[in-house]
């Protein structure tokens, strides 16, 4: 069973920065994207961003130009780098990684939580 553990959250002030990061039980490269999501209080899990191995990106209209999301290879994790963080940004999130073949499957981790405050 795969496992995903975030790390990194915490509380900041608005304007700040945090940089959350997620190891993988598994080779990062064993799925074929990685990305973070989060869940706001009364809100539905969105993505914040994802990587794919081939390199490409996707990334929230609400975080591009502030978030970063980037793989280590040596250390098994993928990082997600926000700036410029906003009290919209508080939420918990949740590491998640996905494979296509033999079957579509999501793995999950327990989240971190993000709070920003104004």
């Known amino acids: 069973q795969v496992q995903l553990v975030e790390s990194g959250g915490g509380l900041v002030q608005a304007g700040g920065s945090l940089r959350l990061s997620c190891a993988a039980s598994?080779?990062?490269?064993?799925?074929?994207?990685m990305g973070w999501y989060r869940q706001a209080p009364g809100k539905q899990r969105e993505l914040v961003a994802s990587l794919s191995n081939g390199d490409s990106t996707i990334y929230a209209d609400s975080v591009k130009g502030r978030s970063t999301i980037s793989r280590d290879i040596a250390k098994n994790t993928v990082s997600l780098q926000m700036n410029s963080l906003k009290p919209e940004d508080t939420a918990v999130y949740y590491c998640?990684?996905?494979?296509?073949?033999?079957?579509?499957?999501?793995?999950w981790g327990k989240g971190t939580l993000v709070t920003v405050s104004s």
């Open positions: 998640n990684a996905h494979k296509l073949a033999p079957y579509a499957i999501h793995y």
């Open positions: 598994a080779s990062i490269f064993s799925f074929n994207a």
